[in-house]
């Protein structure tokens, strides 16, 4: 196969969205409703052996029942977050595996109503079915915000400032801790009849991997700030971080050119950068919030702590743009700038440092980004397949 962005480009290129609904290729569909409220769906599946592990492979800790249930709601609700809608519903559906016990589906459903809770969502419905071998969990979420308030990838704006809420990297570096099996006093492994006590035992010594594994395991939808970002006016596109901002932020670029260039359904952001006009962008590396926890890890790691923070996914904080002057109504920190078509990236001198950074003035190419101040000239996000 082409890769999933292709994919998803000829799926989507056999319907056509109707008129005033926003269909695929956004976090979410936004469908108006009579009300004057729009409606907001999103659908996220996540797959073992994929997403997460629950057996034993001999490294890292494998994700607790309560923890897969949180995360399984969480990136869902982080779609309606990336909107900058409030979230009212989710569905549930289940292909279980003979492994699953009672005991650790009661615990998944612990960390599934605990996250609902503090959204005050409901669950509504879903489907449960029976799986010959690896657990699969498929979660739709619904939301609302007031009519024509949604923010899309395709609305950025030549001159925005890019932004990020919160700090980049940490999930990225909690999951190479895992996967790389260097946390310290980490037992792990599948056990369907351990208790959640037990289960959530399994973690390392360190504080600083703990707080880097939880994120990773238990992330936290940014639902309050969206909903505050999509009532500033100022403020033009958003998504959320689920595949790194290298990869995220090309979707707003190329979202947001193409709504320019061509209005079809085109799976909004989901077709090859242009090679004629349209939007650009440039990143400060050396702008970018990085946590305390991420820099000690990284420094006694060796890690590049902004190759995780860019390529890294799952941090689902909010990437925004927004028109120069906006006061914002929430913290964050301005990483770039998006460049109009023809538009010279010329970075200030202070903000580069010793690393990659020509100095001199460039004309990036449409649908790009230029990265100042790093170790690399280029970076890539997640790519599924
Ligand atoms: P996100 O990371 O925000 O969940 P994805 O990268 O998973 O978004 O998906 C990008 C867009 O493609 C979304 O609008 C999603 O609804 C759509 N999409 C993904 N897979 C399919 C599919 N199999 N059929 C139709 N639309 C899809
Ligand atoms: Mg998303």
Redesign the pocket.
């Known amino acids: 196969m082409k890769g999933e962005f292709e994919l ?1 480009r000829r ?2 290129e056999r319907f056509r969205a109707p008129e005033g609904v926003t269909g ?4 979410c569909a936004v469908i108006p409703q009579m009300s004057g409220k729009d409606t907001l769906v ?1 659908t ?1 599946m996540l797959m073992e052996g994929s997403h997460f592990l629950l057996s034993g492979t001999g490294k890292g800790r494998a994700i607790s029942a309560r923890e897969l249930g949180w995360k399984s709601a969480a990136v869902n609700l982080s ?1 309606i977050a ?1 909107m900058g809608g409030r979230p009212t519903g989710v569905f549930l559906s289940l292909a279980l595996p003979p492994k699953i016990t009672d005991g650790w589906m009661e615990e998944f459903m612990v960390g599934f109503k605990e996250i609902c809770d503090r959204f005050g969502v409901v669950l509504l419905g879903g489907d449960t079915t029976a799986s010959p071998d690896r657990l699969c969990i498929n979660v739709t979420v619904l939301g609302e915000c007031p009519s024509g308030a949604a923010r899309t990838r395709a609305a950025a704006r030549g001159g925005d400032l890019i932004c990020v809420t919160g700090t980049l990297g940490d999930s990225a570096a909690g999951l190479r801790l895992i996967a790389s099996d260097q946390t310290e006093g980490r037992e792990g492994g599948f056990d369907g009849q351990k208790d959640v006590a037990e289960q959530r035992n399994c973690t390392t010594g360190r504080e600083e991997e703990r707080y880097l594994i939880d994120r990773h395991y238990m992330p936290m939808p940014r639902v309050e700030e969206g909903l505050a970002l999509s009532g500033c006016e100022g403020v033009h596109a958003m998504m ?1 971080v ?2 790194g901002i290298a990869s995220d932020l090309q979707h707003i670029l190329r979202a947001s050119q193409s709504s320019d260039v061509d209005q079809q359904n085109d799976g909004a952001g989901l077709q090859p950068a242009s090679t004629g006009t349209g939007l650009s962008a440039e990143i400060d590396l050396n702008a970018l919030p990085l946590s305390d926890e991420l820099l000690r890890v990284c420094e006694r790691e060796g890690w590049d702590a902004a190759e995780l923070a860019v390529e890294g996914g799952e941090d689902y904080e909010l990437l925004f743009t927004m028109a120069p002057g906006t006061e914002p109504p929430i913290p964050c920190t301005v990483i770039g700038r998006i460049l109009s078509a023809g538009e010279i990236s010329e970075p200030e001198g202070q903000s580069a440092t010793e690393g990659y950074d020509s100095r001199t003035a460039v004309q990036v190419t449409p649908g790009e980004i230029r990265w100042i101040g790093g170790k690399k000239s280029d970076y890539r996000g997640f790519v599924h397949f």
């Open positions: 998803i799926i989507a695929i290729g956004d976090d999103s996220d779609d990336a959320d689920s595949d």
